[in-house]
């Protein structure tokens, strides 16, 4: 019986949440709507598992839904480059959803845990279609219903501070020019080539071999749009009052995975699609996406040094970990875009964790968490302080942690590609990144305030020493990771290179 | 016993230790004497060990790969079984020395600073026996991040902004410097483990060495060189145990034997002869070890004076490795032993005469030494020590020091040895004289704190002793060094 779903999974895994989300939506119930959302996700992983066995045995699975064949239908694709992103997205939605039930608790009205979780697996669902797409008008969709999940959810976050209504609007606002930019880039797109699938789309467009100047608009709209919407500096500027302002449960789901599918689907639009105009490519990636994740490493990493806020340095952070993501994949061969999808993957575990463990102590301490409410807390809640020691460790790249692995992935690919600049600059932003993280720690455990340990709660630290956890393992053995970013390069670069 | 676990045994003791420490954190004695215990199985391991390199015994174990021809290793090497003697041994001493001070001096927080310590010696035996590059760097970084609560052990502003430099310059420079370096090694040749030879020739340009070097010497903080020397006067705001067993000892010594290490059996002596990329290195250390002798001589602050008698004394070890000669190497390698002996002496008497009479300044120090004989007898063993004068042990590896540069023909290296030679007798000396002018007016109170006397007593004559046994060690070094 289960075969016949099992057939569909791949349209299960974006359609499940999506369904389940309209069920609990109005429950008024404290604890059902959490507790049929992680039945869900379990199913979910489980799906994932399912869809893992297939690729690994076939390759490429094209899902075509209601049997209309592509071009004309909608169809999903799986091959090697997403699957390791599926995996990774479905398993850390569950983990950030067991922990999110106590925080959720306690920063919204428990009255509207059904509505938060309704959105919660919108979200979801929403993000793993960006993962799993091969249609850019799809795709657009998808974009809009995870923005308007998110920037709900974020809302939410007005029951602890009224701003959060600012940076959701914020988020509103900018998000939807993004979007805007993206789909008049798919209007151009179809209007030259009438079709929206991916794989048509690349044989449509080498009929403008030598390039035209329709598609290169097109193709510019759809990359700026693509920009905004994964906070690509200078246009991340709706990223940080989101992420600072939202409930902690919010912030962990978007930091980890949010702008890391759309960065997915970035990178495989560039080296899927675009690969056909090289000319256009390499102008974009060099003289466009290549300077400014330099300006994103650097600048990012100063603002952060400056924050009193936690959570907003947290957010800042993240601006300038985009932007190794980015660099990365600037580099135009096989160990840049590798080492993409290392840090992709090692970054969404670290800041994941690293939100996690802040927004614990934002509930603990009942207001913002800015380094002065810090103090003393490594005595105060030992098991968790030291959770985001590791985190922290990790961000900064040393060895023994994942954080490590994608510094040398990155520094090999430089170095290959002898961008001895770019080195120097990794190199030191990630030693300014020991100032913004120390800042935190001495607050913790050097400050003149002492406490007596005081009980923690189980339900929230499990979750965040299972991503310790596995920081660590990552950190040691570090093969799964490696494996499933080098399939992935291997699917986007043989592209390149034929 | 097997080789491997000898050396398992050797790494987590000082972590068992600082367990014990913690879980027995409400007896002060039963605490403090973990440190003691500790110390004294380390000190038989690695003894062991020292005699089994003496006996071409290899001592190694792998646990895993971390990744691409780098593994989770540990493997002993001669210069690594006589680093981890001197930790070990002056551990014991240090731990004793410990209890005197903390208890004389009333500091707080006893058993967070007893902790941090045995955690810091961990690291620091770690560091020696590494296998390769990057457990060295992993160990490293540990032993910074350990030591860190013990410069802000006070918590108030100063010594707090004394932590937040010592951290900055130290991690920032690994990270800038030190750990690209690794990174480059490590494309350049597939592999990061100490090999006798080194593992770089015919696989690293020699026209870039130069600057790997460079990239080393500022990225390894630890060792002081100028310009990336502030940290160590800064830390000195940390109780004096630190400064003795950390600051003179452990820490820089684990910085100046990274890059003998990396010299030794990653460069290779042979390969820096040929492309002579470190002879830019032994002008800096000549300019090292003269500025710092020279603010030295202006600091009246007995610890600060110390603090940049350190700094000079570990660039001569920065030079002994620059000049790469055999008998340069040789040097620079006993130096860890005679520099490290010598100065925890000072430190310890310096902490003596501040805990016994709360005196910091050299210029306040006049008509001591009637009072407190025995320290100043300590002091005046250890400065002789490190001023060369034999028959004290510090004579042998500035002997040999001068006699590598004149084996390199750098004639004016050793001329500048013997001027510093000469400022050492000013700057650390002139306590001692201070010390027996008989015009001291004021009463001053003394308090007991025979814990405190003893550990320099024994270091100071342990200096005198040695001496005569320099052979002993000597052998260890010269049968890897020599090419």
């Given at each position: ?7 569909d999974a791949?349209?299960?895994v ?8 309209a ?5 008024p119930?404290?604890?059902?709507p959490w507790?049929?959302?992680i039945?869900t996700?379990?199913?979910h992983?489980?799906l994932?598992?399912h ?6 045995v076939s390759?490429?699975i ?13 169809s999903?694709?799986?091959d ?5 992103l ?6 850390f939605v569950?983990?950030s959803t067991l ?7 306690n ?6 845990s ?17 993962i799993?797409t ?9 974009l809009?219903?995870s923005?308007?999940?998110s920037?709900?959810?974020i809302a939410?976050?007005?029951g602890?501070?009224?701003k959060?209504l600012?940076a959701a609007?914020?988020?509103l ?11 008049i880039?798919?209007?151009?797109a179809y209007?030259m ?9 690349v ?7 030598d390039?035209?100047l329709?598609?290169?608009?097109g193709?510019?709209f ?9 906070a690509?500096?200078?246009v991340?500027?709706?990223?940080p009052?989101?992420y600072s302002y939202a409930p902690?449960?919010v912030s ?6 949010a702008?890391?599918t759309?960065?997915?689907f ?17 102008l ?5 996406l ?5 300006l994103?490493?650097f600048i990012?990493t100063?603002?952060a040094?400056?924050?009193d ?5 947290l ?7 985009i ?6 994949f600037?580099l ?7 080492s993409?999808f290392?840090?992709?993957f090692?970054?969404?575990?670290i ?9 614990y ?16 807390f490594?005595?105060?809640?030992p098991?968790t302080?030291?959770a985001l020691l590791i ?12 954080g ?9 690919a430089?170095y290959t590609?002898?961008m ?11 030693a ?10 001495e607050q913790?455990?050097?400050s ?16 965040i ?20 970013s ?9 592209g390149?290179q034929? | ?10 790494i ?20 403090d004497?973990?440190?003691?215990i500790?110390?004294l ?10 005699h089994g ?10 646990f ?8 989770f ?6 210069l690594?079984s ?7 041994s002056?551990?014991?001493?240090a ?5 005197g001070?903390m ?6 927080n ?18 020696a026996?590494?296998?390769?590059l990057?457990v ?5 970084e540990i032993l ?6 013990l ?5 108030n502003?100063?010594?707090q ?9 130290l ?10 370096a690794?990174?480059?090694i ?8 100490f090999?006798?030879?080194g593992?770089l ?5 020699a026209?870039y060495l130069?600057f790997?070097?460079?990239?080393l010497?500022?990225?390894i ?10 940290w160590l006067?800064a830390a000195?705001v940390?109780p ?12 820089v010594?684990a ?10 059996y ?7 002869l040929?492309?002579k990329?470190?002879d830019?290195?032994?002008w ?5 070890i003269?500025?710092?002798s ?5 600091k ?10 350190t ?10 490795a620059?000049?790469a000669s055999?008998?340069?190497l ?11 002996l010598?100065?925890?002496?000072l ?10 009479a709360?005196?910091?300044?050299v210029?306040?120090l006049k ?7 025995l320290?100043f007898?300590a002091?005046?063993?250890?400065a ?9 042990i510090?004579?042998?590896?500035k002997f040999?020091l001068i ?14 040895l013997?001027?510093s030679?000469l400022?050492n007798i000013?700057y650390?000396?002139?306590p001692?004289v ?7 007016k004021?009463?001053i109170?003394l308090i007991?704190a ?19 046994y ?11 060094i020599?090419?």
């Open positions: 019986m289960f075969d016949i779903f099992l057939d791949p349209a299960l974006v359609v499940l949440p999506l369904l389940i989300s069920i609990i939506a109005f429950m119930s404290k604890i059902w507790i049929i959302s039945i996700l379990l199913l992983l489980f994932s598992l869809l893992l066995k297939e690729i690994s390759g490429l094209i899902y075509e839904f209601g049997n209309w064949e592509p071009p004309w239908g909608i999903f694709k799986i090697g480059v997403n699957i390791g599926q995996l990774l997205f479905s398993i569950l983990v922990y999110s039930r106590k925080i959720f608790l920063e919204i009205d428990y009255r509207d059904g509505k938060a979780y309704s959105l919660w697996l919108l979200a979801v669902g929403s993000l793993n279609g960006i799993l091969n249609d850019i008008f799809n795709l657009f969709v998808f809009e219903i923005a308007l999940a920037i709900s959810l939410l976050g007005a602890q501070n009224r959060a600012l609007f914020n988020y606002i900018i998000g939807a020019i993004g979007a805007t930019f993206y789909v880039g798919v209007g151009f209007a080539t009438g079709t929206l699938n991916m794989n048509d789309l044989i449509q467009l080498t009929q403008y071999s390039g035209q329709a598609i290169f608009a193709m510019s759809m990359l700026i749009g693509l920009m905004v919407k994964a690509i500096f200078p991340h500027i709706w990223l009052p989101a902690s449960a962990t789901l978007l930091a980890a995975l702008t890391k759309i960065l997915y970035f990178v495989r639009l560039l080296y899927e699609v675009f690969i056909i105009y090289p000319s256009y490519l390499s974009f990636l060099d003289f466009v290549y300077p400014l994740s330099l994103a490493i990012g100063v603002i040094i400056y924050q806020d936690i959570k907003k340095l957010a800042f952070s993240s601006i300038a970990q932007g190794y993501i980015t660099l990365a600037s135009k061969d096989h160990s840049g875009v590798a993409g290392v840090h992709i090692n970054h969404a575990l800041k994941g964790g690293l939100f996690m463990a802040v927004g102590f934002a509930i603990l301490y009942k207001d913002r968490v800015t380094l002065n409410s810090l103090k003393g490594g005595y105060k809640y098991i302080s030291f985190c922290g460790l990790s961000l900064i790249g040393l060895p023994l942690t994942n490590f692995i994608s510094k040398l992935y990155l520094f090999q430089l590609n002898q001895y600049f770019s080195i120097a600059l990794v190199a030191v932003s990630s300014l990144a020991v100032v913004y993280f120390w800042k935190i720690v913790m455990w050097f003149e305030i002492k406490f007596k340990s005081e009980k923690e709660d189980a339900y929230i630290y499990l979750p020493w299972i991503v310790t956890i596995s920081i660590i393992v990552f950190g040691i053995y570090s093969t799964p990771i490696i494996e499933f080098n399939l992935s390069a291997d699917y986007l670069i043989s390149y034929n | 016993m097997s080789n491997s676990f000898l050396i398992i045994l050797g987590i003791t000082p972590l068992f230790a600082a367990l014990f420490s913690y879980v027995c954190r409400y007896n002060n004695n039963l605490r004497s973990f440190g003691i500790g110390g199985i380390t000190f038989v391991i690695s003894l062991k060990i020292f390199i003496q006996n071409n015994e290899v001592y190694q174990i792998t895993f790969t971390l990744f691409d021809g780098v593994d290793a540990f493997k002993v090497s001669a690594g006589i680093f981890s003697l001197v930790a070990s002056l551990w014991i001493l731990s004793i020395y410990t209890i001070y208890r004389g001096a009333g500091e707080k006893q058993t967070r600073f007893v902790i941090f310590y045995s955690i810091a010696i961990h690291a620091a035996l770690a560091i026996w590494s296998g390769n990057l060295l760097f992993i160990f490293y910074t991040f350990s030591t860190f609560p410069v802000g052990h006070k918590q502003t100063e010594s902004s004394a932590g937040r430099l010592y951290l900055s310059i991690v920032g420079t690994s990270l800038i410097f030190f750990l690209p690794i990174f480059w490590w494309l350049k040749t597939g592999t990061l483990d090999q006798d030879g593992i020739m015919n696989k690293f340009p026209e130069s790997l070097i460079a990239m010497v500022f990225g903080g630890k060792a002081a060189i100028m310009p990336i020397h502030r006067p000195m940390a004096t145990p630190v400064s003795a067993l950390l600051h003179a000892v452990a820490v010594k910085g100046v034997f990274s890059f003998l290490v990396v010299v030794v990653i460069v290779g002596p042979d390969f820096l040929q492309t990329s470190s830019w290195l032994v800096l250390a000549c300019f090292t003269m500025a710092s020279i603010i030295a001589i202006t009246d602050d007995l610890k600060a004076r110390l603090a940049y008698s700094i000079s004394q570990l660039s001569y070890i920065i030079l002994g620059a000049l055999s008998l340069a040789k040097g620079a390698s006993f130096h860890i032993i005679t520099h490290a010598g100065k925890i002496t430190f310890f008497c310096a902490g003596a005469i501040y805990v016994t709360h005196i910091k300044k210029s306040d008509g001591m030494g009637y009072k407190l004989p320290i007898f002091y005046t063993l250890g002789l020590s490190i001023i060369g004068v034999p028959p004290f510090g004579s042998w590896s040999y006699m590598g540069s004149i084996e390199r023909e750098f004639i004016i290296v050793a001329i500048i013997g001027i030679s400022l000013y650390l000396l002139q001692v201070i010390g027996f002018t008989q015009n001291s004021k009463e109170k007991k025979p814990l405190t006397v003893w550990p320099p007593l024994i270091t100071g004559l342990g200096c005198l002793v040695f001496f005569f320099a052979n002993y060690f000597l052998n260890n070094i010269s049968g890897v020599v090419n």
